[in-house]
């Protein structure tokens, strides 16, 4: 199921969702995004969306919760991806990670019943060190807001995508 598929709301309604007038997929409602499956470059399957994470403080998202392993539900393993790690392939109606399943399964994560302290500046410092991404600072934006960093920074599929870069997919 995609997002056009949750979409209650009518906001990705084709007469005003091209990327120029929005609201989507340029702007998008984050229960549509809950769910939504994960891939990476090489067309594996890593999971899906199971939690988006606020920072209430900063005014921004700061995690995607992705539920990867296990099978039909058990034994998953949750993993906290910085939003900004991700990128939105609208032609597959799904995201983008560039990670490979082997890389991922290194990845600092955690049960369903044992979360993180998320808000901590060690587990922020250990996420955005192991996806090559940039922490928000406060006063600045991230990709929810407007770019924190340069990037790719296009919510389309992007065909000329090169791994080289870096290891962020660019900005949603």
Do not use: C
Not at 4 to 18: E, Q, S, V
Not at 85 to 112: C, E, I, M, Y
């Amino acid at each position: 199921m995609s997002y056009l598929d949750r979409d209650t709301y009518g906001i990705y309604n084709t007469d005003y969702a091209d990327a120029d007038n929005g609201p989507g997929p340029r702007l998008m409602g984050a229960d549509t995004l809950i769910g939504e499956d994960v891939y990476n470059l090489q067309e594996e399957d890593l999971g899906d969306i199971k939690e988006i994470m606020l920072d209430m403080r900063q005014g921004n998202v700061a995690y995607a919760v992705l539920s990867f392993g296990g099978w039909l539900g058990m034994g998953d393993k949750l993993f906290a991806v910085p939003w900004q790690a991700l990128q939105l392939d609208t032609v597959n109606k799904r995201f983008l990670l560039n990670v490979s399943k082997d890389h991922l399964k290194n990845a600092p994560g955690f049960d369903k019943d044992n979360w993180p302290d998320m808000a901590s500046a060690e587990f922020s410092t250990q996420i955005h060190d192991f996806y090559g991404t940039q922490q928000a600072m406060p006063g600045s934006r991230t990709a929810s807001g407007s770019v924190m960093s340069a990037g790719t920074g296009s919510l389309q599929s992007d065909p000329g995508y090169s791994s080289s870069r870096g290891t962020g997919l660019g900005n949603l």
